[in-house]
């Protein structure tokens, strides 16, 4: 249990284009997912926090237009990256909570989507 | 604020000897601390959590951690090395709720046979 999907694994794209990419929680509810990004041989950096049928809050510094984040069911949550640049290539990985229950603690991670902006 | 600290960006052990990956964390509040576990180009596992329980917590593959307030500190052991251990280790605090987490700059654990 506590599946965390993302799709696509990896994209490569051209500078101007805008990726779209999908976090999708499997056999649970996710209120909130999470965004964070991650530069080669770096920590994870949370770029926003999203929750359903909400609003996405963006950490200091990244741009909510650029990383446009929608959450429009309880278990789907997309990132795109618009008019994408080289400096946005990267590791991005979402991360869902459960609802409530047992899982209620804990962040689940999906695998990652590695994009590369030519 | 919260942050932690993870003091070996690397970290060198032999099959079967004992790992000790440091962390030490700041919070203005009880935190709850982690150990995630990265292998390459994969998502994070969790290894272990801390919830204000008890303070030596066990994960699983055979990895532990003790919390220790007096030292401000939440280091990851495992007694016995194995080669699939070698990934990058990642020691996270988030303060009561678990709506965010710090995550440290991670340590990479190399096994060498």
């Known amino acids: 249990g506590a599946v965390v999907s993302q799709h696509p694994s990896w994209v490569i794209c051209k500078s101007g284009t805008s990726v779209k990419i999908e976090c999708r929680s499997l056999?649970?509810?996710?209120?909130?997912m999470f965004w964070y990004r991650q530069f080669p041989k770096q920590s994870l950096m949370l770029m926003a926090t999203?929750?359903?049928?909400?609003?996405?809050?963006?950490e200091q510094g990244v741009e909510k237009d650029k990383f446009l984040i929608n959450h429009a069911s309880l278990t789907l949550s997309t990132l795109t990256v618009t008019s994408a640049h080289p400096e946005d290539s990267s590791f991005y990985i979402c991360?869902?909570?459960?609802?409530?229950?047992?899982?209620?603690?804990?962040?689940?991670f999906g695998p990652g989507t590695r994009l590369t902006v030519l | 604020a919260q942050s932690v600290t993870q003091l070996d960006s690397h970290v060198s052990v032999s099959e079967g000897t004992p790992v000790l990956l440091r962390c030490n964390y700041s919070?203005?509040?009880?935190?709850?601390l982690f150990w995630y576990v990265q292998h390459p180009n994969k998502g994070l596992q969790l290894l272990l959590k801390?919830?204000?329980?008890?303070?030596l917590v066990k994960g699983i593959n055979g990895f532990e951690a003790e919390f220790k307030k007096s030292e401000t500190s939440f280091h990851l052991t495992k007694p016995s090395a194995h080669m699939s251990d070698a990934a990058e280790y990642f020691c996270?605090?988030?303060?009561?709720?678990?709506?965010?987490?710090?995550f440290g700059t991670g340590t990479r654990l190399l096994v060498s046979p």
């Open positions: 056999d649970f509810q996710a209120t909130t």
């Open positions: 991360s869902a909570r459960e609802v409530a229950g047992v899982l209620y603690n804990e962040q689940f």
């Open positions: 996270v605090v988030s303060p009561w709720g678990f709506q965010k987490l710090v």
């Open positions: 919070s203005s509040y009880s935190p709850s």
């Open positions: 999203s929750n359903e049928g909400s609003k996405a809050t963006y």
């Open positions: 801390y919830t204000s329980a008890a303070t």
